[in-house]
């Protein structure tokens, strides 16, 4: 079965410092790319970036509200994703989703996703 | 970055209804269109890819169009598990972009 499973969420101060993890099953991970997106308390899904395959680089996106603060890497032989977010602010405050992005005749789209990890950051 | 709107924002309808939910590109995506369904307190999932491709084991009665800067969800026969939030999501640029949604309540 297909699994992904987020984990490392939780209370942080503004400013601090957070690694959530995404431990993958059933599928080829190292092949797969990764994306995280995010969802805050009652708002819609926002994309914070995404990880390619080895073989297609290893190379990062981010959207522009997280580019330079936040990290993501990926560990082949754990099968786990990670997110790392520094100099977190109360805006950073969702549901955090690990998800595949599954790529067709060169359309992409996010067919499986994790259930997800709460990350909230307040004083 | 692409901008997604959706409308409308909520809608209301009853089991048996047609209901057609829209997504507007702020540019041409050509069929870079993805369609997601959430529930509440629960994950995304993948209805629709590439602007009306079904993906493998979504019930036929949801079907999606469009191309270019206009996209349609359409669901044929409202059924009660289909009461939800719905996405459209682009995945034409490099940074991926959703709509705002629009969620689907019983009338």
């Known amino acids: 079965e297909v699994q992904l499973v987020e984990s490392g969420g939780g209370l942080v101060k503004p400013g601090g410092s957070l690694r959530l993890s995404c431990a993958a099953s059933?599928?080829?991970?190292?092949?797969?790319?990764m994306s995280w997106v995010r969802q805050a308390p009652g708002k819609g899904l926002e994309w914070v970036g995404r990880?390619?395959?080895?073989?297609?680089?290893?190379?990062?996106d981010y959207a522009a509200p997280v580019k330079g603060r936040f990290t993501i890497s990926r560990d082949g032989s754990k099968n786990t994703l990670y997110l790392q977010m520094n100099s977190l602010k109360t805006e950073d405050t969702a549901v955090y989703y690990c998800?595949?992005?599954?790529?067709?005749?060169?359309?992409?789209?996010?067919?499986?996703w994790g259930k997800g990890t709460t990350v909230t950051v307040s004083s | 970055d692409i901008q997604m709107t959706q409308s409308p924002s909520s809608l209301s309808a009853s089991v048996g209804d047609r209901v057609t939910i829209t997504c507007r590109a702020s540019?041409?995506?050509?069929?870079?269109l993805n369609w997601y369904q959430q529930k509440p307190g629960k994950a995304p999932k993948l209805l629709i890819y590439?602007?009306?491709s079904l993906q493998s084991g979504v019930p036929s009665r949801f079907s999606g169009s469009g191309s270019g800067t206009d996209f349609t969800l359409t669901i044929s026969s409202l059924q009660p598990e289909d009461f939800a939030t719905y996405y459209c999501?682009?995945?034409?640029?490099?940074?991926?972009?959703f709509g705002q949604g629009t969620r689907l309540e019983i009338k």
């Open positions: 990880i390619k395959s080895k073989t297609d680089g290893g190379t990062t």
């Open positions: 059933g599928f080829t991970f190292s092949n797969a790319w």
């Open positions: 999501q682009q995945s034409y640029s490099t940074f991926i972009t």
């Open positions: 540019q041409s995506i050509s069929s870079y």
């Open positions: 998800t595949t992005e599954a790529t067709m005749m060169n359309y992409y789209y996010m067919d499986v």
């Open positions: 590439a602007a009306s």
